[in-house]
């Protein structure tokens, strides 16, 4: 009943043959000699064809070659330059004057160089270690295709214009019917299946069913419940409230204002901040020049304004009327028409006429009852002491007989009354009990194996 805490694994396997003696092995009959059922399913061998493959495939089929012919190499023009010089003057060089500008001095610090009397190496060390090789260069392998233009004329004619021939387009006939309104010269028949064929029925006198007088009984009504038979009140008191009393804490001192904070907190001088007077300004000397080198250079040009590119509209007036008829217009003319009656059925039952009188079946029949309130039969709460000792005796403790509990062989690293005997490839130790079991043909002692599983 122990579960192996092994997985199955082969771990411990010390060469020994494994313990083959099981419950399934020992109880399972066993039968003649059959073997196992064939299985039926087809082996994964790769079949060859022995039939000889044929090279014509569809594209082979059905594909003609054509013969291609290239196109012909259109010679580029050779460019003839213009006759005559080009001025290279523009409006920037005639109007700039060059002034003398001078060099504008740095800001930055100067550098300070951190320098030594030694003479410094500049070979880096990959010019060092690198050598330079020797290496021929390859050959090109590329084979050069000199261009050879055609001799012959380039036909323009394509297979759609050999192949097409120009026909005449005939318009097919439009079968259509002309979308005019037809009018019928005979006079509308109002008369409908439902009119021709309901027939008036005269209804029947509706039932009516007679009302059963109320009669109440002679008995008196029973109104003693289980709870007020079953249940008995105690006398008691009520529980006391433990909730303390809301005392105010009043005192009749009278109050001086002083508190605190009035006492340790004393105010101290404190010296105002000093304010950070504001500089005069002080207009420089001398008259301002407000001429710029833009003023001084700039030359005003007269231009005349844009013309526009906009054609000039050709629109033609008439004062002629709008004709605003169209063929929607005189095609779809508006029709007189009325909008039908409902047809309503006639009602077979007259409307009541007269005064309604709202005296209802409830109200003619209630006969009013004077009402007692029931009594109340419950008992006061009250709990009666009993001096009588509680009795707490069970079953379970007259019946209980307590019983030694037994530690599990299988807990022990080493359990007490056995020795080791080997160990499975599942991890399964087998002991051998050292107690002696006699049998009733032999005296000898037979040994017991008993696995323990650890």
């Not at 800001?107 to 320098?115: C, D, F, W």
């Not at 013309?307 to 004709?323: D, E, K, Y």
């Amino acid at each position: 009943r122990h579960r192996c805490r092994h997985k199955p694994t082969r771990i411990y396997d010390n060469g020994q043959q494994p313990c083959l003696t099981t419950e399934y092995v020992e109880k399972y009959p066993k039968y003649s000699n059959i073997s196992p059922p064939r299985s039926l399913k087809p082996k994964q061998e790769y079949q060859v064809h022995r039939g000889k493959m044929e090279g014509i495939t569809t594209f082979k089929s059905d594909y003609l070659p054509y013969d291609i012919v290239k196109r012909p190499f259109r010679v580029q023009e050779e460019h003839k330059p213009k006759i005559g010089k080009i001025e290279l003057g523009t409006t920037y060089q005639k109007d700039y004057n060059a002034h003398k500008i001078q060099p504008v001095t740095l800001v930055r610090p100067l550098e300070r160089k951190h320098t030594t009397g030694r003479k410094l190496d500049t070979i880096p060390t990959y010019q060092d270690d690198y050598r330079l090789w020797e290496v021929q260069r390859r050959e090109s392998s590329k084979v050069e295709h000199i261009y050879h233009p055609p001799t012959e004329k380039f036909g323009n004619s394509t297979t759609f214009q050999d192949d097409f021939v120009p026909r005449e387009l005939n318009p097919r006939q439009s079968f259509k019917p002309p979308c005019v309104a037809k009018l019928s010269d005979v006079p509308f028949d109002s008369t409908t299946s439902h009119r021709t064929s309901y027939i008036a029925h005269q209804l029947e006198p509706k039932f009516v069913r007679s009302k059963e007088e109320y009669k109440p009984s002679n008995q008196p009504f029973e109104d003693l419940t289980t709870h007020r038979n079953d249940f008995k009140g105690l006398p008691g008191q009520l529980a006391k409230s433990c909730k303390p009393e809301n005392a105010k804490v009043q005192s009749n001192a009278y109050f001086n204002g002083v508190t605190e904070f009035q006492d340790r907190f004393q105010p101290w001088l404190v010296s105002l901040p000093d304010v950070r007077k504001t500089k005069e300004y002080i207009p420089p000397p001398g008259n301002m020049d407000f001429n710029s080198t833009s003023r001084l250079d700039y030359v005003k040009h007269e231009i005349s304004p844009a013309v526009p590119i906009r054609p000039v509209s050709n629109g033609r007036r008439t004062n002629a009327p709008f004709q605003g008829n169209t063929t929607t217009k005189e095609d779809f003319k508006a029709w007189g028409s009325c909008r039908q009656e409902i047809t309503k059925k006639q009602q077979e039952i007259p409307k009541p006429t007269g005064k309604f009188y709202d005296l209802t079946t409830f109200k003619s029949h209630y006969i009013p009852h004077q009402i007692i309130p029931a009594q109340s039969f419950k008992p006061v709460h009250a709990i009666v002491p009993n001096s009588a000792p509680f009795q707490d005796e069970t079953m379970y403790r007259t019946e209980y007989t307590p019983k030694k509990q037994e530690t599990c062989p299988a807990n022990y690293p080493s359990p007490l009354g056995y020795v080791y005997v080997n160990t499975d490839s599942h991890g399964h130790k087998f002991f051998r009990q050292l107690t002696p079991e006699f049998s009733e043909s032999n005296s000898n002692p037979i040994p017991k194996e008993v696995a323990v599983l650890s």
